[in-house]
Nanobody, 123 residues
């Protein structure tokens, strides 16, 4: 049974930084992808970033490219999302997701989801 456990989000000032982590368990191989979606109040959930757990590929939405960095620690089956220069409109619930298919993960989210963590960007 696959489980995804996210770190706590938090409150950060505009322009500030925050790092989220997500630990996966239950996968039987490294051939899967992990990523992050977010959902702002009143808006649809959107893809933010993703990473392959077995090759060099990373993926970013245009909205976060250049400010967010996704990385992985295979020894701990964990991915990290370093978020810099955060904006108030990026307030929302951030969800970790995982799937063997990057297409499915990026378009609609993976088959597996974390519980979500609140990120608030406010002065």
């Amino acid at each position: 049974q696959v489980q995804l456990v996210e770190s706590e989000g938090g409150l950060v000032q505009p322009g500030g930084s925050l790092r989220l982590s997500c630990a996966a368990s239950g996968f039987t191989s490294d051939e899967y992808y992990m990523g992050w979606f977010r959902q702002a109040p009143g808006k649809e959930r959107e893809a933010v970033s993703a990473i392959s757990m077995y090759d060099v590929h990373t993926y970013y939405s245009d909205a976060v490219k250049g400010r967010f960095t996704i990385s992985r620690d295979n020894a701990k089956n964990t991915v990290h999302l370093q978020m810099n220069e955060l904006k108030p409109e990026e307030t929302g619930v951030y969800y970790c997701t995982a799937d063997p298919s990057i297409s499915r993960l990026w378009i609609q989210g993976g088959n597996y989801w974390g519980q979500g963590t609140q990120v608030t960007v406010s002065a």
